[in-house]
């Protein structure tokens, strides 16, 4: 099959290394990690990016993201299946399954957390909060405030004179998802965690949820949108749904 993969470029390695594995013909488009920081821009972008694909032979246009802060509750699939995977943002992607997810937030709810490609892709937007929707919503209007008015690294500097960072985080985690050398990122985990008095931990990354979107291997695990369907949010353990 030939698929259409809309991928945040902080799933960009795991998702070529699985498409270069994949048995299926994948066509990747990375879209700026920054329009997180804009829920409404990213949903805008993404459906823009759904039309486009609608002109071409794809078999389905897949997505690799979570529900992500709502940025993807409203998607419309047009003329071909839009597939998306039950997770509520990237670290279920990194983790492999909303198990695993759900047992590391229950756990470790005050985890920051590090992933090569979030780091590397830092694109100044000032969107260097952890990776995740389990952050809290004060602590992140706060430092966006700050960002706004005295650029990132006054911002982090800021926040962390006001001990805003120890008061939300107290474990730090690199994620290893084994398909590159992560030694640098994970080095600056570490010394962050030190900085900041945290306790630090390396966990390993399970790429099977994006392994099996790009090999079509669609179980209970992914959302699979009809043609003429919109994504919703359900409030339970399947995080989204759809409806005409």
């Not at 990747?28 to 920081?37: A, F, S």
């Not at 830092?122 to 990776?131: A, N, Y």
């Not at 982090?156 to 006001?162: A, H, I, K, P, Q």
């Not at 008061?167 to 900041?196: C, K, P, W």
């Amino acid at each position: 099959m030939w698929f259409k993969c809309i991928t945040c470029e902080v799933t960009a390695r795991i998702v070529y290394a699985c498409a270069a594995a994949s048995p299926n013909i994948i066509d990747i488009e990375l879209v700026q990690r920054g329009l997180h920081n804009q829920p409404d821009n990213l949903r805008k972008h993404l459906q823009t990016l759904i039309d486009a694909s609608e002109n071409k032979k794809y078999d389905a246009v897949l997505l690799s993201y979570g529900l992500c802060g709502q940025a993807t509750a409203g998607l419309r699939a047009r003329n071909r299946p839009l597939v998306i995977p039950r997770a509520h943002d990237c670290i279920t992607l990194f983790l492999g399954s909303r198990d695993r997810y759900t047992t590391q937030f229950n756990n470790h709810p005050g985890t920051y957390w590090y992933a090569q490609d979030y780091i590397e892709r830092d694109d100044g937007s000032g969107s260097s909060l952890s990776l995740g929707s389990g952050m809290d919503t004060n602590i992140q209007s706060q430092y966006q405030e700050f960002v706004d008015k005295y650029g990132q690294e006054n911002a982090d500097y800021l926040m962390e004179v006001m001990g805003a960072w120890q008061q939300h985080y107290q474990r730090a985690v690199f994620i290893d998802m084994g398909v590159s050398d992560g030694t640098l990122v994970e080095q600056q985990a570490q010394n962050e965690s030190i900085r900041r008095g945290w306790t630090y931990e390396k966990i390993s990354g399970d790429v099977s949820l994006v392994k099996k979107l790009l090999d079509g291997n669609w179980e209970a695990d992914y959302l699979i949108v009809p043609p003429g369907e919109s994504v919703v949010m359900t409030y339970d353990e399947n995080v989204i749904g759809c409806k005409v």
